[in-house]
């Protein structure tokens, strides 16, 4: 038996990641119709059906399923070695793509990379901000909170944070400085709208300090928006402790009470332990801080 054209594993391995074929065709820069004749040639090819195709998209079947775990290990490993491949020996250039949290790549992440970029001007980088359903295979690196039992993956500690209550003089001053946790009950609170992923892992914490139920003043569904709405004077806000919260101008309220402490990770496969550029960002970021 011939063996499989890696065009036609990674056209089957995109439509059983994205589980329709329209959107497998768009990952693949191609048309729909391209995409089915092309499967409809695979299945052909290995003699058996590789999917189901239902009313929600397609579905994999049990010889479909052995070829994905088959295809996925295949095309991770022959997409890191093409990406080292091609580093020079004696520079550090090409492209990098990070997954990370909206709030960690925008508040965190890029007011720190422009040292970066003048020790490694031939670097591009790709930031894919993610608040669910995050996916490792879209990037070289992520930077996340630590992945638990994902023994494939090096998994390198940059910093803590530490949730804690802010609030701005201009709301302090007109609604006074609170003492105790008796005395949240009579502030405006800010929240997040509902359960989230965040990159510290509360899920408004600030709503459950004392067995007194408290309510919020006001809810968003963006921790850039709970910031703004703090800075704006709308009230208390739970936050982690990043440099860019510290020197906001918020004042920290109640500070010998404490939230959950979180540490964020530098995420990437153990098959790229020996990329350069991975290497260059990790040596850089893991002297940052928070």
Do not use: C
Not at 119 to 138: A, C, F, V, Y
Not at 212 to 218: C, I
Not at 236 to 261: A, M, N, Q
């Amino acid at each position: 038996m011939r063996p499989i054209d890696l065009s036609k594993l990674r056209l089957f391995y995109e439509i059983a990641r994205e589980g329709n074929m329209t959107r497998a065709a768009e990952k693949l820069n191609t048309v729909q119709p391209a995409v089915s004749r092309s499967l409809l040639m695979l299945e052909d090819r290995m003699k058996t059906k590789l999917f189901d195709r239902t009313s929600g998209g397609m579905r994999l079947t049990q010889q479909g399923e052995k070829l994905y775990i088959h295809a996925k290990k295949l095309l991770e490993e022959h997409d890191a070695f093409e990406r080292q491949f091609y580093e020079k020996e004696d520079e550090i250039e090409g492209e990098i793509k990070v997954i990370t949290t909206p709030f960690v790549g925008s508040e965190w992440l890029v007011p720190k990379l422009k040292g970066f970029f003048d020790l490694h001007p031939k670097i591009t980088l790709k930031t894919l901000l993610r608040s669910e359903g995050i996916d490792l295979t879209e990037g070289d690196v992520a930077i996340l909170t630590a992945l638990p039992q994902q023994h494939y993956l090096i998994q390198q500690y940059l910093f803590t944070v530490q949730v804690r209550l802010f609030a701005s003089s201009e709301y302090l001053e007109k609604f006074g400085i609170p003492q105790n946790l008796e005395d949240l009950d009579h502030h405006h609170l800010i929240t997040y709208r509902g359960n989230y992923y965040s990159p510290y892992g509360s899920t408004n914490w600030l709503l459950n300090l004392s067995e007194t139920s408290k309510k919020s003043y006001f809810e968003i569904d963006s921790l850039h928006g709970m910031l703004n709405g703090a800075l704006e004077g709308l009230g208390i806000v739970e936050f982690p402790d990043y440099s860019v919260v510290l020197k906001s101008g918020l004042i920290e309220v109640l500070p010998d009470i404490k939230g959950p402490e979180t540490s964020i990770y530098f995420i990437y496969p153990k098959s790229r332990r020996n990329s350069k550029k991975i290497n260059g960002l990790l040596d850089y970021l893991s002297k940052q801080g928070k």
